[in-house]
């Protein structure tokens, strides 16, 4: 869990629900209480463990962050949407190993993930962003340093996809991080519309969306979720893996001509 934030993976939930219960405790039986506090421990250290064993983030990042999380977010936006430290060190790590110059995100938020995977590219490579709230773009375009070589575009996904097929764009990378009842759509755009480059990545983040799509409750976005992790699961277009990272990122790759 990220300190001073609400607890938005399925184990952070899973933590916080467990600290929650430990503070109930003082009247059951101490071999009982301790078991508990165990399984409760063993939770809430796990996420910060991983943060503290992960590289650090950069000086940009940070800054980035800090900003992200002292604005004065309302409505559906919230400062538990950005990707952050380790996830972003992740998204660098599958940048380098598949050698990638040219990264779409699709669905930018405040640009700590755009951000993080154009530290890492060669010389010409370039992260094209995609956002839909214009002020959010903003604020990320005001984050980013000189030269950080991220292409932001404002507008719904789906519009800007059929733009950058239309263009003839590929990219060695797509990360998708937008509207969850969007992401099939997505990904049959990037697949179809030639904006993936043979032997392309796709990650799709959220792909655990808070342990909804098994436990509930059934919101929209779990709802969504499950229905697209269905539907990847038996597309034979495509085989993935789902990570288990913060939120679940399901990593993409086609198989098919």
Known sequence: MTSGLRPVTPLGILAARLDAVCA??????????????????????????????TSPESAELTALAGATRSAPWSGSLEAEMLSGHVEGRFLQFLLRLTGARRVLELGMFTGYSALAMAQVLPEGGEVVACELDPEVAAFAQRCFPVGARIDVRVGPAADTLAELSAEGQVFDV???????????????????????????????????????????PDTPNGAAIAAFND???????????????????????????
């Open 174 to 216: 797509v990360f998708v991080d937008a509207d969850k009842a969007g992401y099939a759509g997505y990904l049959d755009a990037v697949l179809d519309g030639g904006l993936l480059a043979p032997g392309g990545l796709v990650a799709v983040d959220n792909t655990l969306m808070q342990g909804q799509p098994w436990a509930g």
């Open 231 to 257: 539907r990847l699961t038996a597309d034979p277009r495509v085989e993935q893996v789902l990570v288990p990272l913060r939120d679940g990122i399901t990593l993409v790759r086609r198989t098919t001509p």
């Open 24 to 53: 109930r405790l003082d009247a059951v039986e101490p071999g009982l209480r301790a078991e508990l506090e165990g399984i409760r421990d063993l939770a809430v250290g796990f996420e910060p463990y991983l943060e503290r064993h």
